[in-house]
C-alpha cells in the first residue's frame, strides 16, 4: 500500500446560488479501490470529501471535484461529485 499527493479544483455550489472554486492539495493511501465498490465510495468520502464546502451551512449543497495533479498517475483527471 502506498501514498500519492494529488491537487484538487473544488467547484461549491449552494441553494442560495453562492458558487465557489477551491483548490487543496492532499495525500490519499493507494491503491484506489475498483468503482463501483462501497469501499471506492467510503475511499472517496474519508479522502476527498473532507476538502470540500466552504463553510456556507444553509442550504443543500453540490461538490464538483477534480484531481488536476498527482503523484500517482492513475488519479490524475479522476473526477468526483458530492451533493445533493
Keep these: ?6 491537487s484538487l479544483r473544488i467547484e461549491n455550489r449552494y441553494e442560495s446560488g453562492f458558487e465557489v472554486e477551491t483548490t487543496s492539495t492532499v495525500m490519499v493511501p493507494l491503491p484506489l479501490p475498483e468503482e463501483g465498490t462501497e469501499e471506492r465510495s467510503d475511499w472517496e468520502y474519508d479522502h476527498i470529501f473532507p476538502e470540500t464546502g466552504t ?5 443543500d449543497s453540490w461538490y464538483d471535484v477534480e484531481v488536476t495533479h498527482s ?3 492513475e488519479l ?8 445533493y
Design 1 to 6: 500500500m502506498g501514498i500519492a499527493t494529488i
Design 55 to 59: 463553510g456556507f451551512g444553509d442550504g
Design 76 to 83: 490524475l483527471g479522476l473526477t468526483f461529485e458530492f451533493g
Design 71 to 73: 503523484t500517482a498517475t
